[in-house]
């Protein structure tokens, strides 16, 4: 054979946006870790993962789940950070107690700077994904850590203690969040009744933003959640303001679920069409 002509060194000048996931893994592709690194690669960032769980699970719902150990985690984690390096976080289903320290303990060791937390608590289908003492550690340990955290109504109303939570009550849990120790939050309004839609930011600052939006007619959600984190995580990456990467997130989802609202993908609440528009890789200097 003859020997292959040795090739040009090439010197380095762009890196990728690094987006590392902290969550539990999806069997159906539609929400999770499997929904983060779809969303993270079509918004041109380098995607990464700490797996916590692993789930059996489909459109339908979860049929069991099965945790791996926190030790693991943390080697996860460590393995990727000093090698790779993280600009932005996104946590989602941490199943307990343990695993929620894991987390905190690496968030102060690594310093990551921008973190945000879905707490993830109810899947699509009404199951309950973690126990009343993880909530609470969850609140306790990772609420003062996270950049943003991004909990749906139904995850409001449990973190709170309420038996529901309306279009009225919005700024007053947000502001009671605060109250607990999440530095900015971000109430998602899907679950609001009706055709209409809001969304509320409360700032640090204690700035409130708002969108309102009509609902799109689809019950391809599944992962909605999760994608939204994972988009917001990428923006913040890629060096948005926070308010600004909320709003790019929210586009983006919206975007997806108007793209898969007609598709049949299982037989329950199917997924978003997350390459609905996928963007090439971000180069960010060195």
């Not at 933003?209 to 609902?215: K, M």
Request: charged share 20%; with cysteine.
């Amino acid at each position: 054979m003859t020997p292959k002509e040795p090739q040009p060194d090439i010197v380095p000048t762009a890196r990728y946006a690094r987006v590392l996931s902290i969550a539990g893994s999806d069997s159906g592709g539609g929400a999770g870790i499997q929904a983060d690194l779809k969303t993270i690669a079509a918004l041109g960032c380098y995607g990464m993962t700490a797996i916590t769980a692993i789930t059996a699970q489909n459109t339908l719902g979860v049929r069991a789940i099965h945790a791996l150990p926190p030790e693991l985690l943390a080697q996860q984690i460590d393995a990727v950070v000093e090698d790779i390096g993280v600009d932005a976080v996104k946590i989602g289903m941490l199943h307990d107690e343990g695993v929620v320290q894991v987390v905190a303990n690496a968030i102060r060791r690594h310093r990551f700077a921008q973190v945000v937390l879905d707490p993830v608590m109810v899947a699509s289908s009404g199951d309950k994904l973690i126990t009343a003492s993880t909530v609470d550690r969850l609140v306790d340990t990772l609420f003062p850590l996270a950049t943003l955290i991004t909990p749906n109504l139904d995850e409001t109303a449990w973190l709170l203690r309420l038996n529901a939570i309306d279009a009225d009550a919005l700024e007053g849990a947000a502001n009671r969040l605060h109250d607990l120790g999440a530095h900015a939050v971000l109430l998602k309004g899907g679950h609001l009744c009706g055709p209409q839609l809001t969304d509320l930011l409360r700032l640090p600052d204690g700035r409130l933003l708002r969108w309102e939006a009509t609902r799109i007619p689809t019950r391809n959600t599944h992962g909605t959640g999760c994608s939204l984190s994972s988009a917001i995580a990428c923006h913040l990456a890629l060096g948005a303001p926070l308010a600004e990467a909320v709003a790019l997130g929210r586009d983006y989802v919206r975007q997806a679920l108007r793209a898969g609202a007609d598709m049949q993908l299982g037989h329950g609440h199917g997924p978003l069409d997350h390459g609905h528009a996928p963007r090439a890789t971000r180069r960010l200097p060195l």
